[in-house]
């Protein structure tokens, strides 16, 4: 079945550092990817999302590019701050059910002043 | 615009009991959608519903339940607890069309089995 996995964490980094959240998937033909975050004491909330191959999302800083030879959706920032430090989960859904969304196990990113 | 509210936050049951827990979506979202989240098995989907109908459903067992109102509230219930239901579950909304992918998610009611 349709799968994500993506780098364990914990991730710890110093502010202004540069971030990668490596994330692969598995699925046939073409889903709509996602990255989600989830900062301490708050919901899930989409950070970007892209839906065909070659997309970027793009959001606060944080990019990520729908590779389909790869099955990827790596998440980026250039320059990371103490702010973002949350959960990142990465995803994947169906235009059909866009609703019954599929996730990684998510990475937990610390960003150290 | 108010966002997706869950009640209770957090409660404590006792095996063998049951719970029901609510979510009120965003004004205007006629989908519901619900997500257990444990340590263990991470984020998965209890199910779907819209307009009153359960539109997708995950793979939970049948004392996982839930239902919508004409006003798009829902409310999910779990029967005979077992301790492997302690977990985070949260709600999210959506309009409810195709292909939109945008979910926006409750904070989560927590509940505790013991």
């Known amino acids: 079945g349709d799968s994500v996995t993506q780098m364990e964490g914990p991730v710890t980094l110093s502010e202004e550092a540069f971030l990668t959240i490596n994330c692969t998937y598995t699925?046939?033909?073409?889903?709509?990817l996602f990255w989600y975050v989830q900062y301490p004491g708050e919901g899930l909330q989409l950070l970007l999302k892209?839906?065909?191959?070659?997309d970027k999302g793009s959001n606060k800083g944080f990019e990520a590019t729908y590779r389909k030879e790869t099955t990827s959706f790596h998440l980026e920032k250039g320059s990371v701050q103490v702010s973002d430090s949350a959960v990142y989960f990465c995803?994947?859904?169906?235009?059909?059910?866009?609703?019954?969304?599929?996730f990684g196990s998510g990475t937990r990113l610390s960003i150290r002043p | 615009k108010a966002g997706v509210t869950q009640t209770p936050r957090y409660l404590i049951k006792t095996r063998g009991q049951q719970v029901t827990l609510s979510c009120s979506p965003i004004?205007?979202?006629?989908?519901v959608s619900w997500y257990q989240q444990t340590p263990g098995q991470g984020l998965q989907f209890l199910f779907e519903?819209?307009?009153?109908?359960?539109?997708n459903k995950g793979n939970f067992p049948g004392r996982f339940s839930g239902r919508q109102f004409s006003n798009s509230r829902s409310e999910m219930n779990v029967s005979t607890l077992e301790l492997g239901d302690s977990a985070l579950y949260l709600c999210?909304?959506?309009?409810?069309?195709?292909?939109?992918?945008?979910?926006?998610f409750g904070e989560g009611s927590r509940l505790t089995v013991l």
């Open positions: 999210a909304s959506s309009y409810g069309g195709e292909g939109t992918g945008e979910l926006f």
């Open positions: 699925a046939t033909g073409y889903p709509s």
């Open positions: 892209a839906t065909k191959a070659d």
């Open positions: 995803a994947l859904s169906w235009a059909s059910s866009a609703s019954k969304i599929i």
């Open positions: 004004s205007g979202h006629r989908s």
């Open positions: 519903y819209f307009s009153e109908t359960q539109r």
